[in-house]
């Protein structure tokens, strides 16, 4: 675990209090939590995250989304799109099964989100790759390639499997889908297809 210095403790809290914990945890690449718990213990700034929300303002907040999009009214606002997304699941304002160009243009741009993708990151962190794809509706190459850039997590040796299982999952791809197969055994498209191609010399 790495140690930190009061002088750096301070220097973070400070700039959260004058820009946010969600712009300070992007600049020093740091975990959300880790500058709340900060905070619990030095009280440098109230937290503003745990503000709350008329249902007006929720309203008005899921109308702009629907209009500029998830990643816009949580700049905008200042609120996370979590957040945004479980005050939706009650008041369905926000439609994110409208016009599918708009649709993809959203999860574009939250895609290539920094804060979306260390949002991702920790949540892998604790919850694992696997459930993350499930959650996130993303492939396990692309959950990867952003921690190696962000290294939030460590990432787990590759489990070994016996050629009756492959055959196993291989069958359940040719059944379903091989991102199906993926989510449901925890493994990568790319392996099931490498495993395909040498057992069956064929291609999913």
Do not use: C
Not at 1 to 28: E, P, R
Not at 47 to 69: D, P, T, W
Not at 149 to 154: A, E
Request: aromatic share 12%; glycine share 2%.
């Amino acid at each position: 675990m790495a140690s930190y210095t009061l002088d750096f403790i301070m220097t973070v809290l400070n700039y959260a209090k004058d820009n946010g914990s969600t712009k300070a945890a992007k600049h020093f690449n740091m975990q959300h939590s880790t500058i709340r718990r900060w905070n619990e213990k030095y009280h440098v700034y109230e937290i503003q995250e745990m503000r709350k929300f008329s249902e007006q303002q929720k309203v008005e907040i899921l109308k702009y989304a629907n209009q500029h999009g998830l990643s816009s009214a949580m700049r905008e606002f200042n609120v996370d799109i979590h957040t945004i997304r479980q005050w939706n699941q009650k008041l369905n304002i926000y439609q994110n099964t409208g016009r599918r160009k708009n649709t993809t243009h959203e999860k574009h741009l939250m895609r290539q989100s920094e804060d979306f993708k260390l949002e991702v990151l920790n949540f892998a962190k604790e919850h694992g790759v696997s459930k993350t794809m499930r959650k996130y509706n993303l492939p396990d190459s692309t959950i990867r390639e952003w921690n190696k850039v962000y290294k939030i997590y460590t990432p787990r040796k590759a489990r070994s499997f016996s050629e009756a299982e492959k055959k196993l999952i291989i069958k359940y791809a040719e059944k379903h889908s091989v991102p199906d197969a993926a989510r449901e055994y925890s493994v990568t498209g790319d392996q099931i297809r490498q495993w395909a191609q040498k057992i069956y010399q064929k291609k999913l």
